[in-house]
């Protein structure tokens, strides 16, 4: 398989075959070593294997110039070589330095899966990973039924999402053939480039904990050869070379095909034929419940196949799933910026605005405590973030792709918000009077008035630090999930998910620690406010589900599906937790009222508001994670079936690797 290695002398990386190159002091004193070929090309190869010679055009539909060396001039320089094979030598293709694309006509495929095979030799894959993969539709009534075949792997695109979004900065667009390679050595598992590729083209695997993809074969391009998949395709289907340019015997060049999501995401290098009529409507083989109906213009959307039913279920062990770390990392995240910047803002204003319980509250050592347990809060769920990675020692590279990744930048604004509320607690114990007095008692020793000054001073900026940073992690964390290949997530409705749990949590928790610490006329506004925030929190999370089922139940793409399997496989779960968010919004209008009346209820009315608050979050999080259907392709009756998958956990066939289904290690 080709790796990615780093010049000692330049620091740039190419891709070779083994081990990175030694240094440069190692080389001098080993005698150097022949290097190798780029690729061996077998004795009598077949001319169809090679790339044509045919006339090129100078742009692609999008508009961009498909000389890759013309387009990235002034930004980038096309490198003499990849080091293919530790090799410097170029290849002897004459066009390496244009887009190239696969081209498939799905007229011819028969559905042999050559293509895979091929592909996974050349790279030495395991049973459970295939970088190129071959799904099916099917469609129609006996006798005129219909079965389209799609193979597809990475289409290298002009806009590679997964480049953007990767964290660890593993993905790199070559100006050479324009292939879009990553380094599996680099990543660290985290699976953000799975979540943002509308084409399911990186592989994480959960046993080695990395993602790996099709690389483009470019060492076979070097020598003028077709990737392997192509060479082995039995039907003609697939076809190679510069983007744009129609293979001999064709007489199309589409960019979009039934089952393929839309090319506005990430313009893909891959352009289609399909010729022979088919159904109006054309259905999966395997278990998501989307099929795809013919629109007006003769294309083809996504629309929902009821495949188990409209029947209500539970299904409430299926809310776990491998996403569960994400689930307490969101929650607790939220809920320790919420209480912390309560507190500290709180203290800050509530003087000015007639709340004078804030700022007794902060020279309480119960402040103290509160600050101890969100910080502590948000450091668990980074925790459980880290340990969701594929190798959680490598966590710090996270931060290598702050220009371009949403969840860079999420971590970064996280990490910001540990180290100023960190400051911010060590700042405030010299302020805190009990601490003063005990060592005036135990020392004689008291702390100068200049000290307490540079004191307050220090925590009141490492606390803004801290409220800043949240406010921009939570931004970030949102952002992460506004993906348009997963339509579920791509609403406003992730925003009010997330805010609302900030309100509404962070408000539980202050008050859990705040009201217990009060007492006399300083505590009813306190509460007041704590009870608003609960309140408002509900609110805007039910106003977001509410726009969200709306705007899904109308929807036509993948989202449908997902809000499809939210009101049958999980309808009775989802039904519960709107009922909870419906009983906690009265709970806490309850509570505001009466602590605005003095009642002795209004904190019985709060804790239980507060009790089934965790409650709802806790499931509506789970689901947030397990409904998302992805705008992937197709898959086969057993191959990419998420439905076999599961039956095959279940009954231990995973434990057989030939089956192609790895065990859940990651």
Known sequence: MLKIGVDPRTGEAFLQAGPAAPPA?????????????????????????????VPLPEKNRWGEK???????????????????????TPGRNPHRGKQHGFYFTAD?????????????????????????????????????????????????????????????????????????????????????????????????????????????????????????????????????GVIETVPENREQA?????????????????????????????????????????????????????KTGHERQWNLRRLSSRENPLVLFTLTAQ?????????????ALGPALGMAGFAEFARSPAYLLLAAIAFASVCFGLFM???????PRRFYRGFNNLRHSPVSREGLGIALFIAGLGAHLVFTLPQQGWLQHALASALGFALPGSWQALAAAGAAAAGTVAVVAAAAGLYYMVRCYRIPARPFWNHWQVGAAFGGSTLALGALLAAAVMLPTLAGPARAPVAMVCAALLLAGVLVEAIGLVAHARALARADHEGAASHYVQRTVFGHTYRARNVLLG??????????????????????????AGLLQVAASLVGRALFYVLVIPTTMPGAFFWKNKGFEEHARAIGLDLKPQVGVAPLRH
């Open 583 to 608: 009983v906690n919004a009265l709970l806490a209008l309850a509570a505001l009222a009466g602590f605005a009346s003095g009642a002795a209820w209004a904190p019985v009315a709060l804790l239980l």
């Open 335 to 347: 809920m320790a910026a919420g209480a912390f910047a309560l507190a500290f803002l709180g203290a």
């Open 66 to 88: 498909i000389d890759l060396v013309e387009r990235t001039e002034g930004r980038a320089s096309l490198r003499p070589s990849l080091h293919i094979n530790d090799n410097p």
């Open 254 to 306: 589409r960019i979009d095909l039934p089952g393929f999501p839309s090319p506005e995401i990430t313009h893909p290098n891959i352009r289609f034929q399909q010729i022979r009529e088919l159904p109006d409507e054309l259905k999966r083989t395997d278990s998501m419940p989307v099929k795809y109906r013919r629109d007006e213009s003769g294309g083809y959307r996504p629309a929902v196949d009821p």
């Open 385 to 391: 973030s880290t340990m969701h990675l594929g190798k």
């Open 108 to 240: 011819n495929c028969i559905g042999c899966h050559a293509c895979e095979a091929a592909c996974s030799e050349k790279n030495e894959n395991p049973p459970h990973l295939a970088f190129r993969s071959v799904g099916y539709l099917e469609g129609g009534s006996w006798p005129d039924f219909k079965r389209l075949n799609i193979s597809m792997a990475c289409n290298h695109c002009d806009d590679p999402v997964c480049l953007k979004g990767c964290p660890t900065r593993a993905y790199t667009k070559h100006a050479e053939y324009g292939a879009v390679l990553q380094d599996p050595d680099t990543c660290f598992g985290c699976g953000y480039c799975t979540w943002v590729c509308p084409y399911n083209a990186p592989q994480l695997d959960p046993v080695k904990g990395q993602v790996s993809k099709c690389n483009m074969c470019v060492d076979r391009l070097e020598v003028g050869l077709k990737p392997a998949c192509v060479a082995a395709c039995v039907g003609n289907a697939l076809d190679f």
């Open 25 to 53: 002091s190692l080389k001098r004193a080993v005698a150097p070593a022949p290097a190798r070929p780029l690729w061996e090309p077998r004795t009598e190869e077949r001319p169809y294997a090679f790339l044509p010679e």
